[in-house]
């Protein structure tokens, strides 16, 4: 039965019956000050006592998008959405409309939302095929998919109709895979003297594995950037941002950019108290999340090491990604050799012992997470693999962390 919430703060949730879990799923990665920062909740609160929508312009969205530009390299202009599905789908069109083109390449393993053009079963993707049952196949007639960190592949598929690259700087979902040395900045000369845009998916690793996302860590500049997630610390807000002369056709009305909640003072409000807190203590907090997702990718190895259920688990700041794997996972080749039921199994043994996880493997810690919180995750953990062995992995109720 699925576990339902009726409350959450810090690093912890408590469910329907009164139990505690902490929170390693953070709604999917947003809740990068943890659940009901101080901050975020005042700004909110704020804003709705202002007004909730407006369906107008609002001074917010002015001063959320020049917080954007301030901390992000590619953000020249920005324009918002709710979801990142939505934005990139935005991205793609400003792409398509700026060069006149209309192929799309993506690459296997890397997840940029559920729309029918680019949703190719990135879940374990190892071809075109779609994702989802009710897919127009059609609409991916445009979509080119070639392996990551191979130049030659990448070389291969471009020419004088492909309008844009779109990539996940860090693959985190499809298992916080790096790019190989030297591969991000060779890719983005290829894609530009191809007359490309070059478009980083950052909407998972942006305000997360840096203050300016992964182009700012791993020092390399797309052409357009879409970012969501911890953007809103848990509010829904999306938004694509880029070089001016990409934007203007967003500005001079040749690109559609219409959505009813599009720039919503209380979300932008959110939005702008998360940039500011992340803004005042960047140094702190991003050495913070980088030692809590260490210690948690450690503390979860070494508690399953020797057993049926051992985990390999890969790492940046902030953000992790757990395999049921008897061999390192180097590549997005190797993903596919995990076993995604046991760690599907592993997961459950740990909502029973009081530690809420994604069973598809990602691992997100916010600053709320403590070295106290990995201890008590290392002991749930040992707690877990008993609980397998002896087969009692469902459970009504946390025997951990309540």
Not at 74 to 83: D, H, K, L, R, V
Not at 158 to 170: K, Y
Not at 311 to 331: A, C, K, M
Request: net charge negative; hydrophobic share 40%; proline share 4%.
């Amino acid at each position: 039965m699925p576990i339902a919430f009726t409350h959450a703060n810090g690093a912890a949730m408590w469910d329907v019956d009164g139990n505690q879990y902490i929170d390693y799923s953070l709604a999917y990665g947003p809740l990068i000050l943890g659940h009901n920062p101080r901050r975020v909740v005042d700004a909110i609160e704020a804003q709705v006592r202002r007004g909730i929508s407006f369906g107008a312009n609002h001074p917010l969205e002015a001063q959320l998008a020049e917080a954007i530009c301030r901390v992000v390299p590619s953000a020249e202009q920005c324009i918002f959405s709710n979801t990142g599905t939505e934005a990139v789908q935005v991205a793609l069109r400003i792409a398509r409309a700026a060069t006149g083109r209309t192929k799309i390449v993506k690459f296997l393993g890397h997840y940029h939302g559920w729309a029918d053009n680019v949703n190719l079963g990135s879940y374990g993707e190892t071809d075109r095929t779609p994702g989802s049952a009710g897919q127009d196949p059609g609409a991916m007639a445009a979509t080119i998919v070639v392996g990551w960190n191979d130049i030659d592949a990448l070389r291969e598929v471009l020419d004088d109709d492909t309008a844009a690259v779109i990539m996940e700087p860090v693959n985190v979902d499809g298992g916080c895979l790096h790019a190989s040395d030297g591969y991000l900045e060779e890719a983005a000369g290829l894609v530009r003297a191809n007359g490309t845009v070059l478009i980083f998916d950052e909407v998972i690793t942006g305000f997360r594995i840096s203050l300016g996302g992964a182009q700012a860590k791993y020092a390399c500049t797309p052409d357009l950037t879409v970012l969501g997630k911890a953007l809103g610390g848990g509010l829904p807000i999306s938004a694509v941002v880029g070089r001016t002369d990409l934007m203007a056709v967003v500005a001079d009305g040749r690109v559609t950019h219409a959505g009813t909640h599009n720039g919503n003072p209380v979300t932008t409000a959110a939005a702008l108290a998360v940039i500011s807190e992340l803004e005042a203590a960047t140094t702190e907090i991003y050495a913070h999340l980088d030692v809590m997702s260490t210690l948690l990718a450690e503390a979860l190895q070494a508690a399953t090491s020797g057993s049926d259920h051992a985990l390999n688990v890969r790492r940046d700041t902030g953000v992790g990604h757990g395999f049921q794997s008897p061999s390192p996972i180097l590549e997005y080749g190797d993903t596919l050799c995990a076993s995604s039921e046991r760690y599907g199994a592993f997961t459950a043994a740990m909502l029973a012992e009081g530690v809420h996880l994604m069973p598809k493997g990602i691992l997100y810690v916010s600053v709320a997470h403590t070295e106290g919180d990995i201890t008590r995750t290392y002991e749930a953990a040992r707690r877990a693999i008993r609980r397998l062995h002896d087969g009692r992995q469902h459970s009504s109720s946390p025997a951990a962390g309540s």
